[in-house]
T-cell receptor, first 116, second 117 residues
Framework: AQKVTQAQTEISVVEKEDVTLDCVYE???????LFWYKQPPSGELVFLIR??????QNEISGRYSWNFQKSTSSFNFTITASQVVDSAVYFC?????????????FGQGTILTVHP | NAGVMQNPRHLVRRRGQEARLRCSPM?????VYWYRQLPEEGLKFMVY????????ESGMPKERFSAEFPKEGPSILRIQQVVRGDSAAYFC???????????????FGPGTRLTVL
C-alpha cells in the first residue's frame, strides 16, 4: 500500500522568510513517481513538479527547490524568500506502479500562510 | 491550449436528488481520473477511465456513484440520491497516458464544489 505523510498541517511565515514543506512517503515499489501540487485559495490544483524514483537530483525552479532523498523516503519542498502569493495548500502525491494504474495517493496537505 | 474543464463549478442539491458532474480533458488526453476532497482532507482517488472503459474504480463507493467516459463527449461522474456526506469538492484530472513503464503527469481541473442541503 502507498502512503504519503505531510506532518505539518499549517505553517505561518512572514514574507521573505524561507520555508520548507516536508513530505514522507511509503511504498514497496521500486519504481514510483512523486509530485507536488499547489492549491491556492481559488481552489484549483496546480502542478508544480514530478520526480521519478531513479532520479535523485535536486531541482530548482526560481524560488522553488525540491530535495528528494530515497534513504529517508522524503521529498521536501522549499520556498526561498516567500511571498504572499505563495499562500496556498500544498499537496505531495505518490504514484507507484503495479496495480496502482493511474492512482495518485495524496498527503493531507500543508496550509502555508505568508504574512506581509 | 485549454486546460481540463469541469462544470458546473458549484452545484447545490437537496438530499435524494441526483448530481451530475462533467469533465472535459485537455486536448490530446485520453485518460481521466476523478478524485474527491472532503473538507479538511486531502484528495482521495475515486476512479480512472479511458474512452469507453473503466480501468480502476477501487476508490468509488459501492452504491449511488457511477462514472463514464463515452466515445464522444465529456466524462460524467454521477451521484444518485445524494446525502449530506457527499458534500465535497470533486476534481477531475487528465493525462495523455498512464500505467506501464511510463507515467504521465495528471493535470487537474478547477473542481466542482457539491453542497448537499
Amino acid at each position: 500500500a502507498q502512503k504519503v505523510t505531510q506532518a505539518q498541517t499549517e505553517i505561518s511565515v512572514v514574507e521573505k522568510e524561507d520555508v520548507t514543506l516536508d513530505c514522507v512517503y511509503e511504498t514497496r515499489d521500486t519504481t514510483y513517481y512523486l509530485f507536488w501540487y499547489k492549491q491556492p485559495p481559488s481552489g484549483e490544483l496546480v502542478f508544480l513538479i514530478r520526480r521519478n524514483s531513479f532520479d535523485e537530483q535536486n531541482e530548482i525552479s526560481g524560488r522553488y527547490s525540491w530535495n528528494f532523498q530515497k534513504s529517508t523516503s522524503s521529498f521536501n519542498f522549499t520556498i526561498t524568500a516567500s511571498q504572499v502569493v505563495d499562500s496556498a495548500v500544498y499537496f505531495c502525491a505518490l504514484y507507484a506502479g503495479g496495480t496502482s494504474y493511474g492512482k495518485l495517493t495524496f498527503g493531507q496537505g500543508t496550509i502555508l500562510t505568508v504574512h506581509p | 491550449n485549454a486546460g481540463v474543464m469541469q462544470n458546473p463549478r458549484h452545484l447545490v442539491r437537496r438530499r435524494g436528488q441526483e448530481a451530475r458532474l462533467r469533465c472535459s480533458p485537455m486536448k490530446g488526453h485520453s485518460h481521466v481520473y476523478w478524485y474527491r476532497q472532503l473538507p479538511e482532507e486531502g484528495l482521495k482517488f475515486m476512479v480512472y477511465l479511458q474512452k469507453e472503459n473503466i480501468i480502476d474504480e477501487s476508490g468509488m463507493p459501492k452504491e449511488r456513484f457511477s462514472a463514464e467516459f463515452p466515445k464522444e463527449g465529456p466524462s460524467i461522474l454521477r451521484i444518485q440520491q445524494v446525502v449530506r456526506g457527499d458534500s465535497a469538492a470533486y476534481f477531475c484530472a487528465s493525462s495523455p497516458y498512464s500505467g506501464g513503464a511510463w507515467v504521465d503527469t495528471q493535470y487537474f481541473g478547477p473542481g466542482t464544489r457539491l453542497t448537499v442541503l
